[in-house]
């Protein structure tokens, strides 16, 4: 099921399918600016990343003592979401543990995805609360992908990743697994963009863990035209992009947790958290999206 949140600058469509937001329209222009999910690329749009962001060493965690299946980024993208409300102004989407996620995940949880629009800006709130009788451990992040070039006029050089300070980023690297090597260094140094070329991506993604700016965005050169996520709450935020001859979309993904570490325990209580709550507690974060031109 897709549901359409509408204002005069912006149509979002968000399935009930992870809860995911697959469509976001500019409708000064009538430009796509989610990426369309063509599986012969990459076949997501914008999934959230739940009860882990990133891989999981040996691809399984411990609780315990008892071994539960763990593929990367959790299972939250790929399970039917419940629709909680629905109004002119916001959408509410929830997902709760089930028999079905225990056999992967052995912790009760309820996740809502809450989203509104405030002018040319997508707001998508994510709140876990535990609802069980002991502690939940968990991850979390966003991993949306903007459509890269804008339009058929121009071409990737044409774009690049500005900061909204001065960086030096510190990249988190990870081995062929997809998991923490233990190493970091900088992408570069004084840095206030990053270019895009069709092979900035070869090697995957960069992590990157010391940013000082507030927001970080993709930008069309020498134009107003622009997507921009606001990254101040996150500890983390990864740009990637799928394996491809040409760009065809971008990622920046501001998360709350880290993957797994190579060579490191399987132990649930010991993978990087978001958080870890209470029964009765509960978490909230916010991704902001501004879209231009």
């Known amino acids: 099921m897709e549901y359409v949140l ?137 991993h949306p992908a903007f459509v890269c070039p804008f339009d058929g006029d121009h071409d990737t050089q044409d774009y690049e990743f500005r900061f909204d300070k001065l960086e030096s980023p510190l990249v988190l690297k990870t081995s062929a697994k ?32 010391n940013l000082k700016s507030t927001t970080l965005g993709i930008y069309e050169k020498g134009s107003d035209r622009s997507v921009v996520c606001n990254i101040a709450p996150f500890p983390y935020t990864l740009i990637w992009s799928a394996l491809s001859e040409k760009i065809h979309f971008v990622c920046i993904e501001p998360w709350h947790s880290l993957p797994g570490v190579e060579g490191g325990s399987s132990n649930w209580t010991d993978q990087a958290a978001a958080a870890r709550l209470a029964p009765g507690e509960s978490f909230t974060t916010t991704l902001s999206t501004t879209f231009n031109g």
């Open 6 to 142: 509408e204002n005069a600058a912006l149509k979002l469509t968000v399935s009930s399918h992870g809860a995911e937001p697959v469509s976001v329209v500019y409708k000064a222009t009538g430009r796509e600016c989610l990426w369309r999910g063509d599986k012969a690329v990459w076949g997501r749009h914008a999934p959230i990343l739940f009860p882990y962001a990133g891989k999981l060493p040996e691809g399984k965690l411990v609780v315990d003592g008892k071994e539960y299946p763990g593929g990367q980024h959790g299972f939250a993208r790929d399970l039917e979401h419940t629709l909680a409300e629905q109004t002119p102004d916001k959408l509410v989407l929830e997902l709760a543990s089930s028999p079905e996620t225990l056999e992967r995940f052995p912790f009760p949880f309820l996740l809502r995805s809450t989203f509104t629009l405030e002018g040319n800006t997508v707001h998508h709130t994510l709140t876990v609360e535990n609802p069980g009788s002991g502690p939940l451990q968990f991850g979390l992040g966003y």
């Open 178 to 209: 997809g998991l923490l090597s233990g190493e970091c260094g900088y992408f570069g140094t004084n840095l206030d963009a990053i270019p895009l070329t069709d092979r900035l991506f070869d090697h995957d993604s960069f992590c990157f863990g």
